[in-house]
């Protein structure tokens, strides 16, 4: 066999064909071992239809009753010598009937037509090097992926723009295909995305995001932005209107991240950011919000665009601590994660500004130098009871102790805080100097 199968995959298909039914691995699983990559997911496909394939596998769970697909997952949990998941290992396994005359609605496949041979199914597939199927004795190669494979290329079977109009989302998987293995567009596939990726407004921003995100995670993620900037495939990201509104530093930062961004770690979130920052937030937010990415994420994004070029200013410790202090701990460390990868992109601060920077954040968490109001000495509680303030102002006062102590971590004791919170409660002056302002 061209692909070393795991025991696993090799076990299905076995009990397939003892039972008298037809088995190949196909898809990309294929083309990555081919390519070289360890695939996480094996893709089956079978003669076999749903009913044959619950009773050969009754443990395996069902995928899709109306597409007649099972899933058999073998997850490990990766234990650090603490004790601690620091992930998961292993494989997941999708055992699938034979199909062709595949209908999608914005990325989504609807309808299949179920087949008897697994040439039928070879034939609705997107890309040659995904319609490559192997069982235990044979090999089905109908549309040279090997070569394609061997040659670096990325090709529709058959004519790239029926491909498409089938599915727009091929046109964006095309790219992400090409960072995760290295490879080059087939000039057809190239000219039909130059020509058609405006179908992509039609298809689920979603799905987009999936495909987008897992292209700026790959290996190669520089050639897949590049050849994103290049097709114009870019509008379906940010908006037609964005990037007719980019200015030519935007499209120069752009050019230099799609040609130095496989420089830096494939940290998903922080490539994304990397993306997003190279331009204007008000261009990108409407596209942050329109892809849905999760809560994390999303935060994440907008504090690029929104707060990276304000850490910039955070070189001395009580500027860094106020900072923090108005976003979060964990939000400030992702932006400073942010400004080391700018800096091996762009090149936009030096080393050691950064390093300062993480010397100084090494300090406070060393010495526990206070930078929220629960790190405080006292609480609402205590300006109460000794009379300060009520509590709607007690607050305020906690607010404004916390900044003083920004700059002045020993003042952080009882004795100290309440002397300082009966000034601010007396003195308006004080108390408007620091945004607060008294009502009768």
């Given at each position: 066999?061209?692909?070393?199968?795991?025991?696993?995959?090799?076990?299905?298909?076995?009990?397939?064909?003892?039972?008298?039914?037809?088995?190949?691995?196909?898809?990309?699983?294929?083309?990555?071992?081919?390519?070289?990559?360890?695939?996480?997911?094996?893709?089956?496909?079978?003669?076999?239809?749903?009913?044959?394939?619950?009773?050969?596998?009754?443990?395996?769970?069902?995928?899709?009753?109306?597409?007649?697909?099972?899933?058999?997952?073998?997850?490990?949990?990766?234990?650090?010598?603490?004790?601690?998941?620091?992930?998961?290992?292993?494989?997941?396994?999708?055992?699938?009937?034979?199909?062709?005359?595949?209908?999608?609605?914005?990325?989504?496949?609807?309808?299949?037509?179920?087949?008897?041979?697994?040439?039928?199914?070879l034939a609705r597939r997107d890309?040659?090097?995904?319609?490559?199927?192997?069982?235990?004795?044979?090999?089905?190669?109908?549309?040279?992926?090997?070569?394609?494979?061997?040659?670096?290329?990325?090709?529709?079977?058959?004519?790239?723009?029926?491909?498409?109009?089938?599915?727009?989302?091929?046109?964006?998987?095309?790219?992400?295909?090409?960072?995760?293995?290295?490879?080059?567009?087939?000039?057809?596939?190239?000219?039909?995305?130059?020509?058609?990726?405006?179908?992509?407004?039609?298809?689920?921003?979603?799905?987009?995001?999936?495909?987008?995100?897992?292209?700026?995670?790959?290996?190669?993620?520089?050639?897949?932005?590049?050849?994103?900037?290049?097709?114009?495939?870019?509008?379906?990201?940010?908006?037609?209107?964005?990037?007719?509104?980019?200015?030519?530093?935007?499209?120069?930062?752009?050019?230099?991240?799609?040609?130095?961004?496989?420089?830096?770690?494939?940290?998903?979130?922080?490539?994304?950011?990397?993306?997003?920052?190279?331009?204007?937030?008000?261009?990108?937010?409407?596209?942050?919000?329109?892809?849905?990415?999760?809560?994390?994420?999303?935060?994440?994004?907008?504090?690029?665009?929104?707060?990276?070029?304000?850490?910039?200013?955070?070189?001395?410790?009580?500027?860094?601590?106020?900072?923090?202090?108005?976003?979060?701990?964990?939000?400030?460390?992702?932006?400073?994660?942010?400004?080391?990868?700018?800096?091996?992109?762009?090149?936009?601060?030096?080393?050691?500004?950064?390093?300062?920077?993480?010397?100084?954040?090494?300090?406070?968490?060393?010495?526990?130098?206070?930078?929220?109001?629960?790190?405080?000495?006292?609480?609402?509680?205590?300006?109460?009871?000794?009379?300060?303030c009520d509590r709607d102002k007690?607050?305020?006062?906690?607010?404004?102790?916390?900044?003083?102590?920004?700059?002045?971590?020993?003042?952080?004791?009882?004795?100290?805080?309440?002397?300082?919170?009966?000034?601010?409660?007396?003195?308006?002056?004080?108390?408007?100097?620091?945004?607060?302002?008294?009502?009768?």
């Amino acid at each position: 066999m061209l692909v070393k199968l795991p025991k696993e995959v090799g076990r299905i298909m076995g009990t397939l064909q003892q039972s008298g039914f037809e088995a190949y691995v196909v898809g990309e699983c294929i083309s990555d071992s081919l390519a070289g990559k360890k695939p996480f997911g094996w893709d089956i496909s079978t003669n076999a239809r749903l009913a044959d394939m619950k009773r050969l596998f009754p443990d395996a769970k069902v995928l899709s009753e109306k597409f007649e697909v099972i899933r058999f997952e073998y997850i490990e949990e990766i234990v650090d010598k603490n004790g601690e998941v620091t992930g998961e290992s292993g494989i997941i396994i999708d055992l699938a009937a034979y199909r062709a005359g595949d209908q999608y609605e914005q990325g989504r496949l609807l309808a299949a037509d179920f087949v008897a041979t697994v040439e039928e199914d070879l034939a609705r597939r997107d890309f040659t090097i995904n319609a490559i199927a192997e069982s235990q004795d044979s090999l089905m190669d109908p549309y040279d992926g090997r070569a394609d494979i061997k040659n670096k290329l990325i090709r529709t079977v058959g004519d790239a723009g029926v491909r498409f109009r089938e599915d727009p989302l091929r046109m964006i998987k095309a790219l992400r295909l090409a960072a995760e293995l290295d490879f080059d567009l087939h000039k057809s596939v190239y000219d039909a995305i130059v020509s058609g990726h405006t179908m992509l407004s039609d298809v689920n921003p979603s799905k987009i995001r999936d495909e987008f995100t897992g292209m700026l995670s790959a290996p190669a993620a520089g050639k897949g932005l590049s050849m994103l900037l290049g097709t114009g495939m870019i509008a379906d990201i940010i908006g037609q209107d964005a990037v007719d509104r980019l200015t030519k530093r935007e499209m120069q930062d752009l050019t230099t991240l799609s040609q130095n961004i496989d420089k830096t770690q494939p940290v998903e979130d922080r490539r994304l950011g990397l993306f997003f920052a190279c331009m204007d937030k008000k261009k990108v937010r409407p596209a942050i919000d329109r892809l849905n990415f999760n809560e994390v994420t999303h935060q994440h994004l907008v504090d690029a665009v929104n707060d990276l070029p304000k850490l910039y200013f955070t070189n001395n410790k009580p500027a860094l601590k106020k900072f923090i202090y108005q976003r979060s701990m964990e939000r400030y460390e992702f932006l400073l994660s942010m400004e080391k990868a700018q800096r091996i992109v762009f090149s936009y601060d030096s080393e050691t500004k950064i390093r300062s920077k993480i010397f100084m954040l090494d300090e406070i968490h060393k010495f526990g130098e206070p930078i929220f109001p629960e790190d405080l000495k006292i609480d609402a509680n205590d300006l109460i009871e000794a009379g300060i303030c009520d509590r709607d102002k007690a607050q305020k006062i906690l607010n404004m102790l916390t900044e003083e102590i920004h700059t002045h971590p020993k003042k952080n004791t009882r004795e100290q805080l309440l002397k300082l919170a009966k000034v601010y409660s007396k003195n308006k002056v004080a108390a408007a100097l620091r945004g607060i302002h008294w009502t009768r």
